[in-house]
Each structure stands twice: as C-alpha cells, then as structure tokens.
C-alpha cells in the first residue's frame, strides 16, 4: 500500500506540473462554459438565475475538462511515451489513480474563476456549501477522468473512435442533467432519462449545497452519485490499465 501511495504521488505530479507550467490551458477549457453562462443565463427567469445557472456550468466546465483529459493518454501512446512508463517500476494501478486524481486540480482553478466571474454580476456564493461542493465535485472527476483514459486505451489504435464517443456522448449527458434548462415540465421521458443520468444528481446537489442548502435529500443523492462515478470509473480504469501492453 505504501508503495502504490509513493507511485500514485510520483504519477499525480507528472500529470500536474504540465498544468501548472500552462495554466493557460485551464483558461482556455473554461471559453465554451463562459459562453454558454453568458447567452443562457439572461434567458433565465427571475432575480436568482445566476444562483440557479452557475452551479451547472461548474459541473459543465468539470465534465468538458475531464472527458477530455484521455487525449493526452491517447498521445503519449501513440508517441510511445507510455509504453516507457509501462516500464518503470511504477506500479500499474498508480498510473491510472495518479492521472485521475489530477482532474481535482484544473476543476478547483476553473470553479474559482467561475464564482469569481460571476459574483459582481450578483452570485451569491455561500462558502461552507460551496467547499462541499466541490468535495462531492471531486469525486465526480476522478470517475470521469478515469473513464477519459479508460477510452483511450481502448482506443489506442483507432483515434477516432476517442474522439467519436467522447463528443457522442457529452452532449446528451448535458442537456439531460437540465444544465442549461429546467427539465421540470419537459415531457415524461426526457424526465426518465435524466433520472438514470448521474450527473442529474450531482448538478442538484451543486445547486443546493451553492446556495446554503447543505441537508438536503440532493446532497445526499449527489454524494452518492459522484462516489458511485469515481469508484466504477477507478475500478473499470485500473483493470485497463493492468492489461495495457
């Protein structure tokens, strides 16, 4: 155990020194979102649209970033980067934890900008809610950063295909989680696809919990959620990588 910690610690800062030598890179993730929060959110009624709206672009900025993030896997594979990494007395699962863990990082920085954005314009950020947001948000990121690289690898020698899921199915998860609009009185099976969307339930509980609303049955469902994501997303990603050649 000692020696997977020591190994994902090693992975984890490799992954992360790129970031921070290219913080502009977390910049730039964040364009689309900030698009979509400023052509939606005047369409929004009400006072406290943005109460309702940012939460949701921070989990959209969390799931553009790291369903994203197995592209950089993707090339070092077909550079031969990783197979020298295969190598290394590294021990196989601490390639994927240590990769995984670092999506904390860029959707920390990117939801300190959004608020940061947003509260001259009238947010109102309520902190202790907030961090244990983003707690519940971290979990949600390893799961997809994990399946991100999971893709990958199974995508090692068909680039495409990456690229083909990826975008397949970002959108749908999106809209279904009621990001950018209420499903509220959306017809019964938009309504029964979003309840079997976990992301549903992770940009509920953003919502309650950015808003001061820490024991709520949203909370509760979002936690469950993102550990239920971070878990399958470790679990499928070790076994990947365990059979990578």
Known sequence: MTSLLTDTRVVFSRELRPVVRDPFSVIFSMVQPLFFLGLFAPLLPGDGSLQWFVPGIIVMSCLFGS???G???LFEIQTGSHERMLVTPLRRPALLIGRALKEIVPMLAQAVLI???CIPFGFRLHLGGALLGLLILAGFCIGLGALSYTLALASKNTEWLFWTVQQTLLFPLLLLAGVLLPLDDGPG???ALSKINPMTYVVN??????????LTRHTL???VAAVL???LGLFVGVR??????
């Not at 509980?205 to 820490?214: D, I, M, S, W, Y």
């Not at 990947?240 to 050649?245: E, G, L, P």
């Open 67 to 69: 369903s994203m993030t």
């Open 71 to 73: 592209s950089n896997l």
């Open 115 to 117: 608020v940061a954005v």
């Open 189 to 191: 099976w938009l309504q």
């Open 205 to 214: 509980a953003e919502r309650a919990l950015f808003n001061g609303e820490v």
């Open 221 to 223: 469902a979002g936690l």
């Open 229 to 231: 994501v971070g878990a």
């Open 240 to 245: 990947a990588m365990q059979r990578s050649d």
